[in-house]
């Protein structure tokens, strides 16, 4: 995190839950062992960027807009039934982008940039123009 990154204009306690459910997604999707979730902030104009960035199996080209839609689930890939690929209920990203755009932010995800498998969330919140 770059050490004059300005304070960003949104509520704390809202950040701090985009953040668990990004990070909690992340390492429930990472090999065990050999599991790894990065945290990467820096600041583009007048907007924080925040990437969460994982290891994991990836989230399919086709499923990852829909995956912000509420009660929506990854289908695991290779078992042929269908099943959800978490536990979860489907809710904690639409949550997450309501929050972020809430903030005048975005939220998507993406491939990995660097090529390797796994998934890179990322999301903008705007920088405060308070000193």
Known sequence: MPVDLPPVRAD????IQ???NLISNAEKFCPKPGGRVEVVVHHEGDMARI??????PGIPEADRQAIFDKFYQVKERGMGDGNPLGTGTGLGLAISERIVSQFGGRICVVARAD???GSEFTFTVPLS???
């Open 12 to 15: 704390g306690d809202r950040l």
């Open 18 to 20: 985009v953040m668990i």
């Open 51 to 56: 990437a969460v960035i994982d290891n994991g």
């Open 115 to 117: 090529g390797k498998s």
């Open 129 to 131: 123009t308070r000193k």
